[in-house]
């Protein structure tokens, strides 16, 4: 009987790593949005207008439902009428059955579904998806303030994408939602006091009096294995707490560093400017990190890039202390420049000479901590000043001025779409002269840590490569 039951046990055990490990990393992000819908255990689920692949990841996403069999009502239904597939149903019963119906729906269809929810539901909540061919911001249109307040959660690369968000906040300010319409989220629930799905697994306490007084917006990351749904609960107030949601093992790796990071700094100069750590809940495999939210303010560029300096060059005082250049090179591989062209190869083994040069004669770097992801779109300006936030990379000991190269160079990488290569590294290296001089470092090459730090990066992105024939050349 116990080897039975040991062998129950073991085969349980080993389904639930397959559904993990054969999770669709695509659809996981694309179905993001399953966080909005009032679950609770055991209840089940039938769909209409998806396709086999998307009814095999809701079979196998780690979820509190399960499928219902065709001869049964299911108390969740989801629909939706406009993927191409064919979208039989629901029927008249089925509807009147659910206790729960959710609606994917392009503006064209929305209008008919939403009319007819609303007369059949107590309650009926709307989000929109943004962009509408891609979805990576969900926005509840509710109350104009919060539709405002939950688009201030996007700050997209492109100006044009900026300007765009700008004229949607404008227009829902006074009541207009129409640019957010153009696919919507459409969840009709009979039972108004149930939260979020997101809200029940993190333990989230629902205040002011019910579920129905409190909305979320979700930003979904992007569709890879370290992908978090960041959930900003919105009520009558302004936000000041953001949930972060990790279900994969990266993921959750990722928000262990960043509770550990924040608790590192939470008694530091710089605990102003970074967000403070509310609690850390790990919930039937699911972690969800809670941390202090700041409504972004407008700033002049010039005020901001001078409390970056002056953040950086505190950042770097952060348990500093100097390593051997020998020491560091041994994580760079001799062949890092395999597979390049010949102009990268050859400028890699130029610089990786003059580095093994300097590391044969004692050569010193600084090292200290760092936020191993500091780009524009990690930091804002607040009440308090300069707001720095995800610091899922952060290194208690990294390369000084990695975070002012990557600063200097994300957009060339992620923004530009045809990068200026020398405007670029000259940004990179006068950025690091002044935090170095801002932060009592002066007298180091720059050239040196930019060097070592590209070479570590050289199969991450081309631009790199650009950058460190440039910086070759640049050196003779």
């Not at 990695?402 to 200097?408: I, L, N, P």
Request: proline share 5%.
């Amino acid at each position: 009987m116990l080897i039975c039951c040991f062998v129950n046990i073991i085969d349980v055990l080993l389904d639930y790593c397959y559904l993990i490990v054969s999770l669709d990393l695509k659809k996981d992000y694309e179905f993001g949005w399953r966080w909005l819908l009032p679950l609770h255990a055991g209840i089940t689920y039938r769909m209409y207008g998806f396709s086999v692949e998307e009814e095999q990841f809701w079979c196998t996403a780690p979820l509190a439902f399960s499928s219902s069999s065709r001869n049964t009502l299911a108390e969740v239904l989801l629909v939706n009428p406009d993927n191409g597939y064919a979208c039989n149903g629901p029927t008249d019963e089925e509807m009147g059955s659910a206790s729960v119906i959710c609606i994917v729906a392009k503006r064209s269809s929305a209008r008919k579904w939403r009319s007819r929810l609303a007369a059949e539901f107590p309650l009926l909540k709307e989000y929109g998806l943004l962009p509408a061919t891609n979805p990576r911001v969900i926005v509840p249109l509710a109350a104009p303030h919060l539709v405002v307040a939950a688009l201030g959660l996007h700050r997209p690369g492109r100006w044009v994408a900026r300007l765009g968000v700008s004229v949607a906040q404008s227009l829902a300010g006074i009541g207009n939602f129409s640019l957010l319409r153009g696919r919507v989220l459409l969840i009709a629930s009979r039972d108004p006091k149930r939260p979020a799905h997101g809200s029940v697994v993190a333990g989230w306490p629902v205040r002011g009096g019910g579920a129905d007084e409190v909305e979320y917006a979700l930003y979904l990351g992007g569709p890879d294995e370290n992908r978090k749904t960041v959930i900003v609960p919105l009520g009558l107030n302004t936000p000041n707490v953001i949930l972060k949601v990790a279900m994969l093992d990266k993921a959750r790796a990722s928000l262990r560093n960043e509770a550990a990071s924040i608790n590192a700094l939470a008694h530091s100069p710089l605990a102003i400017h970074i967000p403070k750590l509310v609690d850390v809940v790990d919930a039937d495999g699911i972690l969800t990190l809670y941390q202090e939210y700041r409504p972004r303010r407008a700033t002049k560029p010039r005020q901001m890039r001078e409390s970056v300096i002056g953040f950086l060059a505190s950042l770097s005082r952060m348990e500093r202390r100097k390593e051997r250049l020998a020491v560091l090179l041994e994580d760079i591989p001799v062949e890092a420049s395999s597979g390049m062209s010949d102009k990268v190869a050859i400028a890699c083994r130029a610089l990786y000479a003059r580095l093994e040069a300097l590391s044969q004669a004692g050569t010193l770097l600084w090292v200290h901590r760092s936020h191993g992801d500091f780009a524009s779109w990690n930091c804002s300006w607040s009440e308090h000043g300069i707001f720095v936030f995800d610091w899922e990379a952060s290194r208690a000991q990294d390369l000084a001025f990695g975070d002012v190269f990557y600063y200097a160079i994300a957009p060339a990488l992620h923004v530009q779409r045809n990068p200026h290569v020398q405007k670029t590294l000259d940004a990179a290296l006068y950025l690091a002269q002044q935090v170095s001089e801002s932060a009592d470092m002066g007298g180091v090459d720059c050239r040196v840590y930019l060097a070592l730090w590209l070479l570590g990066r050289l199969g991450e992105a081309s631009q790199y490569g650009e950058l460190l024939i440039l910086l070759e050349e640049y050196w003779q």
